[in-house]
Structures are given as structure tokens and as C-alpha cells.
């Protein structure tokens, strides 16, 4: 049984910057891969980032060269820096794994002010 648990979001004006966290119950230095994904009001969860094990990490189109994800093993601790925020990047944002089965995290939620 895995717990993750968000935190970081708020209200933002559009331009400002946005650091959240995931917090996991177990260690994730096991753990390959780990994920963020948001969900806009009516519109499907979409994947945003992804960091290995190893430390590699993926984008979505939207957000390459604005936001940038991390972990910290030692921590058990994901990040996801969010620089250069839009409007369109409100959402509720999520932390996801797969460790044996998926695991998701309750959101935080993320405005961003126009």
C-alpha cells in the first residue's frame, strides 16, 4: 500500500511560479517511474511530467521549458516546479505511480489569474 500525498498548490497570478510536492508513505528509491498529471474542469486527466529512478524526466508539450520535475529518494519526494504559469495551467494536479498497481494522490488544486 502506497500513500501520496499533495501539497503546494494555491492561486496564482498568470507570469508567477508554483512548487509542489508528492510525499510518499513508502520509500520510492525502488520505485521506477513517477508522474504528475492535472485535470481541468471538464476535460480528461492528462499526464504533465515524468521523472525515472534514474532521474530522466519527460514533458508534455504544454509545459516543456515551464515546469520541471524532480525527486528527492532520500526524501521520498517528488516535486513539480511550476515557472511562467498560464490560465490554462489551472487544474487539479496529481501524483501517480505504479507500484505493483497505480496509486494516486487526492490533487491539489492549482488557479492561475489572468
Known amino acids: 500500500q502506497v500513500q501520496l500525498v499533495e501539497s503546494g498548490g494555491g492561486l496564482v497570478q498568470a507570469g508567477g511560479s508554483l512548487r509542489l510536492s508528492c510525499a510518499a508513505s513508502?520509500?520510492?528509491?525502488?520505485?521506477?517511474?513517477m508522474y504528475w498529471y492535472r485535470q481541468a474542469p471538464g476535460k480528461q486527466r492528462e499526464l504533465v511530467a515524468a521523472?525515472?529512478?534514474?532521474?530522466?524526466?519527460n514533458y508534455a508539450d504544454a509545459v516543456k521549458g515551464r515546469f520541471t520535475i524532480s525527486r528527492d529518494n532520500a526524501k521520498n519526494t517528488v516535486y513539480l516546479q511550476m515557472n511562467s504559469l498560464k490560465p490554462e495551467d489551472t487544474a487539479v494536479y496529481y501524483c501517480n505511480t505504479n507500484y505493483f498497481r497505480p496509486y494516486w494522490g487526492k490533487g491539489t488544486q492549482v488557479t492561475v489569474s489572468s
Open positions: 521523472v525515472t529512478r534514474g532521474g530522466s524526466t
Open positions: 513508502i520509500s520510492i528509491f525502488s520505485i521506477d517511474d
